[in-house]
């Protein structure tokens, strides 16, 4: 679904992937689509590593009991609030079946057809697939809005969502009117470019990278992060993810030239994370802020 929205005076269009479905939302569906749609008879587990709050690690969470796979996690540590008090992706993983190893270090890929290994954050070629089918849904968008000249903005962990997008845009004949922008919510540009480089070698594929004019580092808490998020809460009705998009809206919002060309914001979903990190601001700003 696309929904057209303003905010501070410039129009744009929401793609609504945080709304795909309850359990299975998001980029993280798209990028895991591969493995749900196809079978696998020898496979008995999935094996995979990140932070104990990651989008990721629920999806994959859900991908395993969907089905009836093992899921093996590996995390380098577990905050001792996050244990006591377990919420969002990490409490709701582990009702999934999730079974949590602590501390003991990252889990190297096996040639054992019984486990599937997948990297930190779904960054694997195997995401093309659901990509794909993602912009194509774009592409049918596009030709029934007749709009003819379209600018597409995400805010990139691994990179992996925009440069699959990025690519099949730009693959074959004529033209491209498809651009996709991108900014890095972890580490810093030339980071962002290797994590593309690992996936597609040939540049021409790749999105625009947006430097963000100030430096946030992934999952610490910003004032100005909290506020552009309750403001676009407010102002449009939509509830954005809590870890990337507050940094890739004011990245957005600075670089206002974007909005001259009709602008497709992705929404790429993670609103179960957003339980452990409203808790976080909530301890951090003192404030009581509604949360349904
Ligand atoms: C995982 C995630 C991202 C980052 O996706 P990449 O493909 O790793 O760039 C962005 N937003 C949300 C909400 C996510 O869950």
């Given at each position: 679904m696309v929904q057209k929205k303003q905010f501070q005076n410039n129009t744009f269009y929401i793609k609504r992937d945080d709304l795909l479905s309850k359990d299975f939302s998001g980029n993280k569906a798209r990028k895991f689509y591969y493995y749900l749609e196809n079978d696998f008879p020898k496979v008995k587990k999935i094996i995979s590593y990140g932070s104990a709050q990651s989008n990721a690690m629920y999806s994959l969470s859900v991908l395993a009991k969907l089905k009836e796979w093992e899921f093996d996690y590996y995390v380098e540590h577990l905050a001792s609030y996050l244990k006591k008090n377990p919420n969002g992706n990490y409490k709701y993983a582990l009702k999934n079946g999730m079974k949590l190893h602590v501390g003991r270090g990252i889990p190297t890929p096996t040639?054992?057809?019984?486990?599937?290994?997948?990297?930190?954050?779904?960054?694997?070629?195997?995401a093309e697939v659901g990509l794909k089918m993602l912009a194509d849904e774009i592409l049918a968008w596009k030709e029934e809005q007749e709009i003819e000249e379209l600018n597409i903005f995400l805010p990139a962990g691994t990179g992996t969502t925009a440069l699959y997008l990025s690519k099949a845009f730009n693959v074959g004949v004529g033209i491209p009117r498809l651009t996709v922008f991108t900014t890095p919510c972890v580490g810093d540009e030339a980071y962002l470019k290797k994590q593309f480089l690992m996936l597609e070698t040939n540049e021409k594929y790749h999105p625009k990278i947006i430097k963000p004019s100030k430096k946030r580092h992934f999952g610490k808490l910003y004032r100005d992060s909290y506020n552009i998020w309750l403001k676009l809460r407010h102002e449009m009705g939509v509830e954005f993810d809590l870890l990337y998009d507050p940094h890739g809206w004011l990245t957005l919002l600075e670089n206002p030239k974007l909005f001259n060309t009709p602008l497709l914001y992705i929404h790429q979903g993670g609103l179960i994370g957003n339980e452990s990190m409203l808790k976080r601001y909530e301890r951090k700003y003192d404030e009581n802020i509604e949360y349904k």
């Open positions: 040639k054992d057809e019984s486990t599937l290994y997948i990297e930190e954050g779904g960054r694997e070629i195997h």
